[in-house]
């Protein structure tokens, strides 16, 4: 099983809300990723967690919260975001963050803010 | 930091069309190379990938590519495309050391049956 699997797929909300992306795999690995995509653009990497801990930060604003609770799950929590923050946001997972390795994505959860 | 270019951003084919779409990178150490491909509605899937070794790639569904060093280049290709290859196509790289994906522009692909 090579599946990542988020939630949900599409989220409507207000720049005042609080909401939350969720992002889970079964395959093991133990480095989970979270990727900003505009439209017609590639994927920008935001958040790196290596052993449930919180790697890398590509100076991603505050309005955005990443939390791993456990090696399987993976949230981005969201408040107070700006229509600008409207993309896909995808999830990823590998191995471990430091050999180099294939990600596997997720669908991701399309993000509309109003 | 590493960056990609894909110089292609638009390519029009008709079924049974080679493709080649192009990829080179900057970066002042090794890398690795990766082509994923988005098909519509659809999540990033792996076509394949270079580490190290034979510098040509055999990957999913027929693509190939050939990492050339000197070139700084990882083309991807493949000999007769059908119309389910209608996607978009991303180069990517990490640092031999490190697994954060830089990735390229993308390359949209259509392919007319």
């Known amino acids: 099983d090579t599946e990542v699997t988020q939630t949900p797929k599409h989220l409507v909300m207000g720049m005042t809300n609080k909401k939350s992306l969720k992002c889970e795999q079964h395959?093991?690995?133990?480095?989970m990723y979270w990727y900003k995509q505009k439209a017609k653009k590639p994927p920008e990497l935001m958040f790196v967690?290596?052993?449930?801990?919180?790697?890398i930060n590509e100076s991603v604003p505050s309005r955005f919260s990443p939390e791993c609770p456990n090696s399987s799950l993976l949230n981005l929590h969201l408040h107070a975001l700006q229509p600008e923050d409207s993309a896909l946001y995808l999830c990823?997972?590998?191995?471990?963050?430091?050999?180099?390795?294939?990600?596997?994505f997720g669908a991701g959860t399309r993000l509309s803010v109003l | 930091a590493q960056s990609v270019s894909q110089h292609n951003h638009h390519v029009i084919l008709s079924e049974a069309a080679s493709l080649e779409l192009g990829c080179n990178y900057s970066y002042g150490g090794t890398v690795n190379l990766f082509w994923y491909v988005q098909y519509p509605g659809q999540h990033l899937q792996l076509l394949l990938k270079y580490f190290s070794g034979d510098p040509l790639v055999k990957g999913i569904k027929g693509f190939e590519a050939e990492f050339i060093k000197s070139k700084f280049s990882f083309n991807l290709r493949k000999p007769s495309v059908q119309w389910s290859d209608t996607a978009e196509y991303f180069c990517?790289?990490?640092?031999?050391?490190?697994?954060?994906?830089?990735f390229g522009g993308g390359t949209r692909l259509m392919v007319k049956p």
């Open positions: 990517a790289v990490t640092p031999s050391q490190g697994n954060m994906l830089t």
């Open positions: 990823a997972s590998s191995q471990d963050s430091v050999i180099p390795q294939t990600q596997y």
């Open positions: 967690y290596s052993y449930e801990k919180l790697s």
């Open positions: 395959m093991g690995h133990r480095a």
